[in-house]
């Protein structure tokens, strides 16, 4: 599913148009961002049930460059991750509700 496919999915489910669908899929996309990047702050976002979006970091390290065998320095640096959810994770496993 791509992004036009996403908000035609949630318009039709929420009874919006598909611009105020639209809208609302690219605030919520803004702010997990703005939240994941600031300086402060645990940089987690996370919706019970659903997951958690976070940020990992990774320590500078060496490693090599595949083609020629050398040796090269990798800078530290920031990666978003998501972590499913319980309820997630039960609904894709096809768990059945109690």
Same mark, same amino acid.
Do not use: C, H, Y
């Given at each position: ?15 919006? $148009?598909?611009?105020? /669908?639209?809208? &609302?899929? !690219? ?6 961002? +703005?939240?994941?990047?600031? @300086? ?15 940020? $990992?970091?990774?320590? /500078?390290?060496? &490693?090599? !460059? ?6 090269? +320095?990798?800078?530290?640096? @920031? ?20």
């Amino acid at each position: 599913m791509n992004k036009a496919e996403l908000v035609e999915a949630m318009a039709k489910k929420a009874s919006l $148009s598909k611009k105020d /669908a639209e809208a &609302g899929l !690219n605030a919520f996309i803004d702010v997990v961002k +703005k939240e994941l990047s600031n @300086k402060k702050g645990d940089k987690k976002v996370s919706l019970v049930g659903f997951g958690t979006f976070e940020v $990992s970091e990774r320590k /500078a390290r060496t &490693g090599r !460059n595949p083609q020629t065998g050398a040796t090269i +320095k990798i800078k530290a640096s @920031k990666s978003p991750k998501f972590k499913a959810g319980k309820a997630l994770k039960d609904a894709v496993n096809g768990a059945k509700k109690k």
